[in-house]
């Protein structure tokens, strides 16, 4: 297997803790004590993601920087898509030496992106100025550290670059816009992990050019953005036939935050004319370039009709969710109530679900067994179940997991 994603630390630890960030969106990972012409000397990769450490952490600006570009040189001779340059979350090291040296072998126009955050550490990146908890980082132990002591808090001042600070209103395309208007090294400031999502779908929009440098904090969020491959479909469907007031409220919270829900009325149900022809449309609307939602909810009326069973309605959603899945957007499922996931599982012909890990507590994660569709992934629920961002919480693990 040849690796689409390279790892590049200054040390053996470093090298772990992002790498393991990759392991939890579903990367296949591997972590190797040495650099890389060690690992691919052995033969034995079998990975998506390759971590290597080039040990430089102690070394003078030069030999690091030597020992980086060789690094570099050898994943791009053995054709990686992506590179992530893990850098200490606070500075220390040959920081700017290190940097340059891995941009210069990226690409001819490669723009080093600089974010060392690590808020679930207490590291956020303040107009520019590392803080940890609170305090400028030379103002901590690592501004004493024995062999490599950070006499610089400011980062843009520490590698003479520009820096970005988002607004509230800047999305990641705007941001990518002004990190591409920028030099070919460019801090940009984070305080929250809403921040290093952002900023890592910044860093994806600005194409393969683009060479994001952080900690484990960017790692998580490149880990999962590079996981969102178009390629895999646009659209999570949810169906849910449950009518337990906690999955009503659910749909209600995905709603809002930006989900298109589709409610048949239950004569449409009850009508084999009728819901041909509102399936027919609704297959319409979804195919019609840019006029699919990201999030589709198929939702069981709550409104009780004679003659209409609940499993009557699961069975005509579940010969929904057929079509819009065969319709190829589709990247991930969730079905909610026992009635509708068992239809969707019968409708797709799936045999069983691959269990991978669980959304939250009684909330599991899987790819389909059998059928055409199989290993497409699916997330399962039962009506009472879940906090009420429950459902928010699957379409982002959907979304932002690696499942091949």
Same mark, same amino acid.
């Given at each position: =297997?040849?690796?689409?994603?390279?790892?590049?630390?200054?040390?053996?630890?470093?090298?772990?803790?992002?790498?393991?960030?990759?392991?939890?969106?579903?990367?296949?990972?591997?972590?190797?004590?040495?650099?890389?012409?060690?690992?691919?000397?052995?033969?034995?990769?079998? +990975?998506?993601?390759?971590?290597?450490?080039?040990?430089?952490?102690?070394?003078?600006?030069?030999?690091?920087?030597?020992?980086?570009?060789? %690094? =570099?040189?050898?994943?791009?001779?053995?054709?990686?898509?992506?590179?992530?340059?893990?850098?200490?979350?606070?500075?220390?090291?040959?920081? +700017?030496?290190?940097?340059?040296?891995?941009?210069?072998?990226?690409?001819?126009?490669?723009?080093?992106?600089?974010?060392?955050?690590?808020?679930?550490?207490?590291?956020?990146?303040?107009?520019?100025? !590392?803080?940890?908890?609170?305090?400028?980082?030379?103002?901590?132990?690592?501004?004493?550290?024995?062999?490599?002591?950070?006499?610089?808090? $400011?980062?843009?001042?520490?590698?003479?670059? *520009?820096?970005? $600070?988002?607004?509230?209103? *800047?999305?990641?395309?705007?941001?990518?816009?002004?990190?591409?208007?920028?030099?070919?090294?460019?801090?940009?400031?984070?305080?929250?992990?809403? *921040?290093?999502?952002?900023?890592?779908?910044?860093?994806?929009?600005? /194409?393969?050019?683009?060479?994001?440098?952080?900690?484990?904090?960017?790692? =998580?969020?490149?880990?999962?953005?590079?996981?969102?491959?178009?390629?895999? /479909?646009?659209?999570?469907?949810?169906?849910?036939?449950?009518?337990?007031?906690?999955?009503?409220?659910?749909?209600?919270? !995905?709603?809002?935050?930006?989900?298109?829900?589709?409610?048949?009325?239950?004569?449409?149900?009850?009508?084999?004319?009728?819901?041909?022809?509102?399936?027919? +449309?609704?297959?319409?609307?979804?195919?019609?370039?840019?006029?699919? $939602?990201?999030?589709?909810?198929?939702?069981?009326?709550?409104?009780?009709?004679?003659?209409?069973?609940?499993?009557?309605?699961?069975?005509?959603?579940?010969?929904?969710?057929?079509?819009?899945?065969?319709?190829?957007?589709?990247?991930?499922?969730?079905?909610?109530?026992? *009635?509708?996931?068992?239809?969707? =599982?019968?409708?797709?012909?799936?045999?069983?679900?691959?269990?991978?890990? %669980?959304?939250?507590?009684?909330?599991?994660?899987?790819?389909?067994?059998?059928?055409?569709? +199989?290993?497409?992934?699916?997330?399962?629920?039962?009506?009472?179940?879940?906090?009420?961002?429950?459902?928010?919480?699957?379409? %982002?693990?959907?979304?932002?997991?690696?499942?091949?």
């Amino acid at each position: =297997m040849k690796p689409q994603i390279a790892i590049i630390a200054d040390d053996l630890t470093g090298a772990g803790d992002s790498a393991v960030q990759f392991v939890r969106c579903g990367w296949e990972t591997q972590l190797y004590v040495g650099g890389s012409e060690e690992a691919f000397a052995l033969g034995d990769m079998q +990975a998506q993601v390759v971590s290597v450490n080039s040990n430089s952490r102690a070394m003078a600006p030069q030999a690091a920087a030597q020992a980086v570009a060789r %690094e =570099m040189q050898t994943f791009r001779k053995h054709g990686v898509r992506h590179v992530f340059k893990k850098v200490d979350s606070t500075l220390r090291g040959a920081f +700017a030496a290190e940097i340059e040296a891995a941009r210069q072998q990226w690409h001819e126009n490669a723009i080093a992106v600089v974010c060392p955050a690590y808020p679930a550490t207490g590291r956020t990146l303040e107009n520019g100025v !590392l803080l940890v908890n609170g305090t400028p980082v030379t103002e901590t132990s690592a501004g004493t550290d024995p062999v490599t002591p950070v006499m610089e808090s $400011s980062v843009p001042v520490m590698l003479d670059c *520009d820096l970005v $600070s988002p607004t509230q209103d *800047d999305t990641p395309a705007t941001l990518a816009q002004k990190i591409g208007g920028c030099g070919p090294i460019v801090v940009v400031d984070a305080s929250t992990d809403a *921040d290093l999502k952002r900023l890592a779908q910044a860093i994806v929009m600005l /194409g393969e050019r683009a060479l994001p440098v952080g900690a484990g904090g960017l790692a =998580m969020a490149m880990a999962a953005a590079w996981a969102s491959d178009p390629a895999s /479909g646009d659209i999570v469907l949810a169906v849910v036939t449950s009518q337990h007031s906690a999955t009503r409220a659910q749909v209600v919270a !995905l709603q809002e935050y930006g989900a298109t829900v589709l409610t048949p009325e239950p004569l449409v149900l009850g009508d084999d004319g009728l819901w041909q022809s509102w399936q027919q +449309a609704m297959l319409e609307q979804i195919t019609r370039s840019g006029e699919a $939602s990201r999030i589709l909810v198929l939702l069981a009326p709550a409104r009780q009709v004679p003659d209409l069973t609940s499993a009557m309605v699961a069975r005509r959603l579940g010969q929904s969710a057929l079509a819009i899945v065969g319709t190829g957007k589709v990247r991930g499922l969730i079905a909610t109530g026992g *009635d509708g996931a068992e239809q969707v =599982m019968s409708a797709l012909q799936a045999t069983g679900i691959r269990l991978i890990d %669980e959304v939250s507590g009684g909330v599991p994660l899987g790819t389909l067994i059998g059928g055409e569709f +199989a290993g497409m992934p699916i997330v399962t629920k039962a009506g009472g179940f879940g906090a009420e961002n429950v459902l928010i919480q699957a379409a %982002e693990t959907l979304t932002e997991r690696k499942f091949k």
